[in-house]
């Protein structure tokens, strides 16, 4: 019952939160000077007055800012995200067109960002004051501090250009015929270097937190009682240390979700990644308004959702939270 | 003047020598995929509704245009197997070739033509190129008259290349507007040497060989595979390593250095001399200011080194751009004022022109955008040039492309860098830039610097409409000395694209509209 109340609050907070999503980026993107016509003028190498003006109308563009902002909500009530200027085709076909890259991107680069984070972590906090755990953390700072394009760049260049083991671009190879092993086979390939370029941003965080979290959870009375019970190295590092020391991590992870999807588009810009983040520049660029509404509208859902989430199977993992509201 | 021409003419000659003896050497042959890129995603694919170059590239696979051109800007037959122009220049018979058939098996036939001239001419944001077609006649099935209301030469080039698709009537005429018609991305019925498999957005365009076109024996290709990579690194990288086979429209200038180092592959900038790409200062000269007299324009010339923009921050990869017409073109006339870095002049012309330096050496200050961010350097070089003739310059730095054409369009600009094309005839790209006619606000790359000039108004008009090839080099010929002394803009090289190709790539697109040529020719070694 509890928990029901809890989620009827938590979706109307959602609902208004996604109502001024769309309200204040419209109104963001139209104070901007420029429109989407001055683009497409400019894609066509030029364009008249006239034509100008009458693509304008068509678009309904030539109409108050109010009444567009009208218009636009009024028809995402109903479902309707409208049709991108810029492309000439439905926002939400284009969004769910491009929505699987950009999750298997995203899950993939997380899970291979975690795993790594863990595992560096625990090792680093084995020997806090040891080699390994300076050159874990050096190395993950690294990842951290450096621009996550730059990191992709290098990654071409290594492994792409000096050591050929991976394609360059894009998400498949379109000359691969064949069912669905191979396939999928061309798209892991692809996939390597851009998850992970994305990886390596998140590795520090996890691992760094990670390590502390450790060495909070060794500290302990616990542990010392496992150490003394005469248990292995081993059981006391992974089954008492570890188990205990994952849900800051697992937390912290939900809550890095939407830094992951941000990261995707610059990621998905250098490797020619066709999902949602490469959509989202472009529509940015172009001022194709429809189209930017709709991905940040789907990307605050994807946000809302992930933080719902995180927060009720920290409820039913944790009991002092659920004691708490 | 005249030996210039027959220098051209002997080159052109030994060029066309040279491409016939690798012709011989090099036996073309048939089949294979050819693997390249487009820099962004096309709107779509219909060439008669949307210019560009990302569209014109498949395009131009896609559809086939009544002409072709050849290295030498001379006029091939392709869909039109003759043309003639009538003794008073007001009609041009185009005679189709016979038992040409559109991808789905349609016959192509004049009511064709006609149609692709009718939906050029009302959609195509080149007004100048059909505006002066009054109608298309079509005495039989394989002959389309074009009747102009007053002579207009720059008709050969806009019959060519992605500027006159020949598009299906029974397909695009069907009452739906053409700009939005859903066969311009999909399923598209064209007329040219290979056939629509394909479109991904932000992946790929894949076309494949059209067995039933009117060439026989062509193309030697199976498929076409346009990867669309926006990055321009990693283009490099994939032609370096072997995935691509060959990219065009390639302007960074380092990409395009590390890229020719490589024993594989070939760097060149043939091709581009119809599009026409020229980088420029402009020079608002309807404002206020300073700029309004020429004077400060040749002054801000003369300080702006020339030779440091095309070693330093070109690499050499461009050309010198004199005037507004591209060096490339057999209009360009480069024996004008250079504008060679001169201080002591350009601190002359300022104290005549009455803005003499005061107590901190300062005459007056201006703003410089620039209008891309490649252009940065040239931006940031510019004031520091400026400030040695006492011209203090603030740089508004670029945000993205509408906010720039805004500004500019509406004449809210001191100077900027800018990058606009010729596109084959100065009738269609470059005349809009000094018609005080065409000084629109809101419309980016019209005439954005307001600059008013009767004479050269007229000379234009002449131009437009002057038959006689000599006479027309004569009169552009003037056009360009009194641009180069008005200075509306300071041109200064051409942009550096470059076409790189594997040297497995038989007959690559070298003619004057590069990637926007048919590849019929183009050929995969084994």
């Known amino acids: ?325 | 003047m005249k030996t210039r021409v027959l220098t051209k003419l002997a080159m052109a000659v030994g060029g066309a020598a040279m491409l016939c003896s690798t012709a011989m050497a090099e036996e073309p042959v048939r089949g294979g995929t050819l693997v390249t890129t487009l820099p962004q995603t096309p709107r779509h694919l219909n060439p008669a509704v949307q210019s560009g170059i990302v569209t014109g590239a498949p395009g131009a696979q896609l559809f086939a245009a009544p002409l072709r051109y050849d290295e030498d800007w001379t006029p091939q037959p392709y869909l039109a197997e003759s043309w003639e122009w009538s003794d008073d220049g007001l009609s041009m018979t185009l005679k189709l070739v016979q038992d040409a058939r559109f991808h789905d098996g349609e016959p192509i036939t004049s009511e064709d033509v006609a149609f692709s001239v009718d939906t050029i001419k009302a959609n195509h944001p080149f007004k100048t190129m059909f505006g002066v077609v009054e109608t298309v006649e079509t005495p039989d099935a394989h002959t389309a008259v074009l009747k102009l209301s007053q002579p207009h030469p720059a008709l050969l080039l806009a019959m060519s290349s992605q500027l006159m698709p020949i598009i299906p009537k029974h397909i695009y005429g069907d009452g739906q507007d053409p700009k939005a018609h859903p066969r311009n991305g999909q399923d598209v019925v064209g007329s040219g040497p290979f056939k629509f498999v394909e479109f991904t957005a932000d992946q790929q365009v894949i076309l494949e060989r059209n067995d039933d076109f009117f060439i026989e024996g062509r193309p030697y290709l199976d498929r076409i595979v346009y990867r669309i990579i926006k990055d321009a690194s990693a283009r490099a990288i994939g032609m370096e390593n072997g995935e691509l086979h060959m990219t065009t429209f390639e302007n960074t200038v380092r990409n395009i250095k590390r890229m020719s180092e490589n024993e594989n592959l070939v760097a060149t900038d043939e091709g581009y001399a119809a599009i026409g790409p020229i980088n420029w200062l402009a020079f608002n000269t309807g404002s206020d200011g300073p700029l309004a007299d020429k004077r400060v324009r040749q002054a801000i010339a003369y300080a702006v080194d020339k030779k440091f923009i095309l070693d330093a921050i070109m690499l050499g990869l461009s050309q010198d751009a004199k005037t507004g017409i591209h060096p490339g073109s057999p209009l360009y006339y480069p024996d004008v004022n250079g504008y060679d870095l001169d201080l002591d002049k350009a601190n002359a012309l300022l104290d005549e022109a009455g803005y003499p330096a005061d107590s901190s050496g300062t005459r007056f200050s201006l703003t410089i955008d620039h209008g891309n961010p490649t252009t940065k350097p040239q931006a940031e070089f510019t004031k520091a040039s400026l400030a040695k003739i006492g011209i203090d310059v603030t740089v508004n730095s670029f945000v993205d492309f509408p906010t720039w054409a805004n500004k500019i369009s509406n004449h809210d600009f001191d100077m900027t860098w800018d990058t606009v094309f010729n596109w084959g005839d100065p009738v269609i790209g470059v005349h809009r830039t000094y018609d005080s006619q065409n000084i629109k606000e809101g419309v980016i790359w019209s005439n954005t610097q307001q600059y008013q000039n009767a004479e050269i108004d007229r000379i234009m008009d002449e131009a437009g409409q002057e038959i006689d090839p000599e006479k027309r080099a004569a009169l552009y010929k003037e056009f360009q000395e009194i641009l180069a002394e008005d200075l509306p803009v300071y041109w200064t090289n051409t942009l550096p694209y470059h076409t790189i190709y594997n040297n497995k790539v038989g007959n690559p697109p070298l003619g004057i509209w590069a990637s926007s040529s048919p590849y019929d020719l183009v050929f995969l070694k084994e």
């Not at chain 1, 068509?58 to 902002?69: F, R």
């Not at chain 1, 008492?240 to 697992?250: D, Q």
């Not at chain 1, 939407?258 to 490469?278: D, H, N, R, Y």
Request: charged share 15%; net charge neutral; hydrophobic share 55%.
């Open chain 1, 1 to 325: 019952m509890n928990i029901l109340k809890v989620l009827a609050q938590r979706l109307s907070y959602a609902l208004a939160l996604l109502i001024a999503v769309l309200v204040l980026n419209f109104t963001m993107i139209n104070l901007a000077p420029g429109d989407v016509v001055d683009t497409i003028a400019a894609d066509m190498g030029g364009a008249s007055a006239e034509l100008m003006e009458q693509i304008r109308t068509e678009y309904g563009l030539d109409k108050p800012i109010i009444v567009q902002l009208g218009n636009y909500v009024w028809r995402v009530l109903q479902f309707d995200l409208g049709h991108s200027y810029f492309y000439n085709r439905p926002v939400t076909e284009m969004i769910f067109e491009r929505l699987p890259a950009t999750l298997l991107l995203v899950f993939s680069a997380q899970i291979f960002a975690l795993i790594l984070g863990i595992l560096l972590g625990v090792f680093a906090a084995i020997r806090p004051n040891g080699i390994l755990s300076h050159i874990v953390t050096l190395f993950a700072l690294f990842g951290y501090a450096a621009p996550v394009f730059w990191t992709g760049i290098l990654l071409l260049i290594a492994f792409s250009l000096n050591i050929p083991l991976f394609p360059v671009a894009g998400m498949r190879d379109v000359t691969i015929d064949g069912g669905f092993f191979p396939q999928a086979l061309s798209v892991a390939h692809h996939l390597v270097l851009p998850m992970l370029s994305l990886g390596s941003i998140f590795i520090a965080l996890y691992s760094r937190l990670c390590r502390a979290s450790m060495l909070e959870v060794l500290g302990s009375d616990y542990i010392r009682t496992a150490k003394a019970k005469g248990l292995s190295p081993r059981d006391v590092t992974l089954k008492h240390g570890l188990k205990n020391a994952l849900p800051p991590v697992v937390t912290l992870a939900g809550l890095q979700f939407s830094a992951v999807i941000s990261g995707a588009v610059l990621v998905e810009s250098v490797f020619s990644w066709p999902g949602l983040g490469q959509l989202a520049l472009t529509s940015i660029l172009a001022r194709d308004t429809p189209t930017i509404l709709g991905i940040l509208f789907f990307s605050a859902l994807v946000v809302i959702i992930g933080n719902l989430l995180t927060d009720l199977a920290l409820r039913l993992i944790d009991p002092r939270i659920r004691k708490s509201t």
